[in-house]
């Protein structure tokens, strides 16, 4: 009995150890293929539908990741650990939310208005695809690790699916940001690999973490950086996608119509996990 317990653990991590590594691939690949449509998908007559449409249901699965699942764990987690006195997990959710509200609506924003202001001449000089860069880095980082840190498939499947949902359209807007500041196109492949590197390498890290750390400390870990992304996917889905979308009087049945599936996709899944 023991020995088929102990079986049963073994393949149990093997299955997430592989659930990992192919969910390192396949969100880099997502990554690389996102920025390169920009070009052909800019040019599609589409491009704007297929975009929006998109984008709403991301930010329906950001919504429930966040608030449904990646939040509930770290408060489990702090729980388990005993420190459940103090609202530890919405403090570092907040965190993770202002951390890429400053990044984006202060650094990112004061860059862009400041170049406006003076453009510049001749071959462009801008800042502004690489801080936009560096803005979808972190959140990338702060996923890739919660990701890398889940101890159990199905909780890990749920922040792939709000990480996969997003990367493409965050790459593709990247890839688009660095087409109109006319980026050398050296630098625009270095920008857009190291972009679809973060969350790939934000899940080794996170699989470092929980190998070499104590049961605790590793638990202590994956609640911190859950919390983290939870506030992060928050923003995007709040600030970003959601702000961005029903700013535009157009198609906003059929957009919100995509939010609430993207949403139910997460509230559903949350009855088995």
């Not at 170049?115 to 880095?137: A, C, D, R």
């Not at 593709?172 to 973060?198: C, D, E, Q, T």
Request: a neutral charge; one cysteine or more; charged letters at 10%.
């Amino acid at each position: 009995m023991a020995d088929s317990v102990e079986l049963a653990k073994t393949e149990c991590k093997m299955n997430l150890l592989l659930f990992k590594y192919i969910a390192i691939t396949g969100i880099f690949l997502t990554g690389i293929i996102g920025g390169l449509s920009a070009r052909k998908v800019a040019e599609s007559a589409q491009s704007e539908l297929l975009f929006s449409v998109g984008n709403s249901f991301a930010g329906g699965v950001f919504l429930g990741a966040g608030l449904i699942h990646m939040l509930p764990d770290a408060q489990s987690a702090f729980s388990i650990i005993g420190n459940n006195r103090y609202p530890w997990s919405v403090l570092i959710c907040c965190l993770g939310f202002l951390l890429i509200l400053f990044l984006e609506k202060v650094l990112l924003n004061r860059e862009h208005a400041v170049e406006k202001q003076h453009p510049s001449s001749g071959e462009s000089m801008t800042l502004y695809p690489y801080i936009l860069m560096l803005v979808l880095s972190v959140h990338s980082l702060i996923t890739g690790i919660a990701l890398g840190t889940e101890k159990v498939v199905t909780q890990a499947l749920i922040i792939l699916l709000a990480v996969v949902a997003h990367k493409g359209t965050a790459a593709f807007a990247l890839g688009v940001s660095l087409l109109r500041n006319r980026i050398p196109m050296k630098h625009a492949v270095l920008m857009l690999v190291s972009f679809s590197l973060m969350t790939s390498i934000g899940i080794a890290l996170g699989m470092g973490l929980i190998k070499f750390l104590s049961a605790n400390t590793a638990l202590l870990f994956e609640g911190l950086f859950d919390a983290l992304a939870a506030g992060t996917f928050l923003y995007i889905a709040l600030l970003d996608i959601l702000n961005d979308e029903f700013s535009q009087n157009q198609r906003l049945y059929l957009k919100f119509c995509m939010v609430a599936l993207g949403f139910s996709v997460m509230a559903i899944v949350a009855i088995w996990t």
